[in-house]
């Protein structure tokens, strides 16, 4: 089965902060580098999810992502739309997450297809994004579309605090939606 990806408002954000908190606090229990520190408890996934994001999406600053398979909530993904002046054609995919035990079921790339989808609704050219150097989601990245620009070594710190990584930074130009 296909898993049915939807726009998360701010109402759809708070109803399923549960799900959402768990994909979080489970993901990065499992080693990915999202830009927590491990562990990360359900309160802070929850203050994360309806301050910072639900917040940012109410605010048109960017744009939130669930993925249902089997009608349960397994994964997300955020379009960051808010960039400088300079940058209006330009918009960033952060947060991809796939719970760990739903991964391989095509959810990781349903969520950039539809992402990519909505960012050429909007007018953007380019998109681009950061992943850990070496993760299980660059080759995901690069199959739908994503080109390598460059590594910074030494980026960010493993969620254990052990290790530091580089991060690839990747970008992908796309092209704008049909005037309709």
Known sequence: MEPH??????????????????ILVDSVADGAAIGFMAPVSAQQAKRFWLEDVRQAVEAGQRLAFGARHDDELLGTVQLLTAMPPNQP???????????PHARRLGIGRALMSHALERARELGKTLVTLDTRTGD????????????????????????????????????????????T
């Open 89 to 99: 054609h330009r918009c960033e995919i952060a947060k991809m997450i796939v719970h």
């Open 5 to 22: 990806i939807q726009e998360l408002d701010s109402i759809a954000i708070e109803a399923n902060v549960a799900a959402l908190s768990r």
């Open 136 to 179: 299980v989601a660059e080759p995901l990245y690069a199959s739908v579309g994503f080109e390598v620009a460059g590594i910074i070594p030494d980026f960010a710190f493993d969620p254990d605090g052990r290790a530091k990584h580089a991060t690839t930074y990747m970008y992908r130009r796309i092209g704008a939606a049909a005037a």
